[in-house]
């Protein structure tokens, strides 16, 4: 797509040669002679960028920038403005730069400096562009997994929304493996004053011990046979920013007195370094594992604990959300279908008890690598049992009527339909249409059923 180009410039001559260079670089090029003129096409038009001299015959070039700067904020997105000005006094290029300009180039000036100028521009915007994405994915990502209407998974939600917003307090997010500590971890960056600061991640069970001190508290050249440059640790990067510890409870009790330290006085040194270094870090870190039952038997600091356990939030396991499993499972298919390129498979009657009846010891992490593996499995088709792993038949689904094993206990087909509709109703929350999608019928034929 070409790119397109604001000239504002009153010296004809000079508005007609750079025109026709820019033109020349392949440029879309609007060229005008006055700021009223500019600031009529920056209201009408999107531009890449906007050449603009700082001295016009019916207003100031800054008068323009700071114009169009605000229109452009108050829409979300900021232009790039490089000034052109034949008088080089600092004062000016200070000016310029404060009220929102991009760099500055001093008339005459060289085209093929213009040109370096013009390509490095574009290269910030593009950067700026793909940064914005990056975050907005991001936070999309975070609140696109946080899924669920249970009271229990709302409440830890309601929880996590409002440690987000306390400051620099450290969090402590404990729950089973697979629940998703990371995606609250997460959130609480995303929701915080810091979401446009550095989000960095260690997993403190992933290194040994000596890597583990290196990665976060980086190194200088020459303090171990390996070290030949300056490194810089995870803390120097995260500054400003959100440092998430995973699983601390696998953190060396070496290492866990030296963390203390970072997280009372925010100050550390570098292995084999002399200077302390000071940085602005949020800790959040997350376990699996039953830490007050590790400083009993002497594996994990209590001190540390407490420190790390200013807000602490417990995320419930999958069983104990059973409403919530169906929505999130319909959302994995959501999700994974574009990316092995089927349709999202339809999901047939059967499935929805076997599902609801596992008790999903790996969680969120379980539930989407099943559903995922039926999605492949089924091609795009309807989604049966058959797609499912082995594990899930060998489980009964709770408040569900057994097979008779007596010909003289066989009750009515009605009797036994009644019920089923009743266990699905109750595990839909009473939600009629839901419950009717589940067992493959329309809502009518669900109400007719429960006037029978």
């Known amino acids: 797509m070409t790119q397109s180009i604001l000239l504002v410039e009153d010296d004809d001559t000079l508005r007609s040669t750079v025109a026709r ?14 700021g009223a003129a500019a600031l009529a096409q920056l209201r009408t038009h999107r531009y890449a960028l906007t050449l603009l001299d700082l001295h016009l015959p019916d207003m100031g070039g800054l008068d323009v920038l700071g114009a169009s700067v605000d229109a452009d904020d108050a829409a979300g ?17 200070v000016a310029s730069l404060k009220a929102g300009a991009y760099d500055y180039i001093n008339k005459p000036f060289d085209l093929e400096d213009l040109r370096e100028l013009i390509r490095r521009a574009l290269e910030t915007r593009q950067l700026r562009h793909e940064v914005a994405w990056r975050r907005a994915q991001a936070r999309s990502a975070s609140a696109d997994e946080l899924r669920g209407g249970t009271a229990v998974f709302l409440d830890m939600l309601e929880t996590t929304h409002k440690v987000a917003a306390a400051g620099k307090v450290p969090v402590l997010i404990r ?9 609250i971890a997460h959130t609480i960056h995303q929701r915080s004053m810091r979401a446009d600061g550095p989000w960095v991640t260690l997993n403190c069970a992933s290194l040994p011990e000596g890597l583990l001190e290196s990665e976060l508290f980086g190194h200088e050249r020459g303090a171990f046979t390996d070290a030949k440059h300056t490194k810089r640790g995870l803390l120097e990067l995260a500054d400003g920013g959100t440092l998430f510890l995973d699983e601390i409870g696998d953190l060396a009790p070496a290492l866990q007195p030296k963390l203390l330290r970072v997280l009372e006085t925010q100050r550390f040194r570098r292995l084999g370094g002399q200077t302390e270094i000071s940085v602005d870090v949020r800790f959040v870190a997350a376990t699996h594992r ?29 069983r104990d959300r059973q409403q919530d499993i169906l929505t999130l499972a319909r959302h994995f298919l959501e999700q994974v279908a574009p990316e092995i390129g089927i349709d999202v498979p339809a999901i047939a009657p059967e499935v929805p008890p076997l599902l609801l009846s596992y008790p999903w010891p790996g969680n969120i992490r379980e539930l989407r ?27 009964r689904t709770p408040g569900a009527p057994a097979w008779a094993a007596d010909p003289d206990t066989i009750r009515p087909l009605s009797e036994i339909e009644g019920e089923y509709i009743e266990h699905v109703l109750y595990l839909c929350g009473g939600n009629k249409t839901q419950a009717a999608s589940l067992l493959g019928v329309t809502r009518a034929t669900l109400r007719n059923k429960l006037t029978d």
């Open 77 to 93: 997105s900021a232009p790039l403005f490089i000034v052109m000005t034949a008088y080089p006094e600092v004062r000016t290029a």
């Open 290 to 318: 039953d830490l007050r039952a590790m400083i009993q038997d002497g594996s994990f600091r209590e001190d540390l604990y407490f420190r790390l356990n200013v807000a602490a939030i417990d995320i419930p396991p999958l």
């Open 175 to 183: 729950g089973e493996s697979g629940v998703g500590k990371e995606k």
């Open 369 to 395: 690598n099943v559903m995922e593996r039926a999605a492949i499995l089924s091609g795009g088709g309807t989604i049966s049992s058959t797609h499912l792993p082995r594990e899930l038949h060998d489980e």
């Open 21 to 34: 260079f820019l033109k020349r670089l392949g440029f879309e090029v609007e060229a005008v002679g006055t």
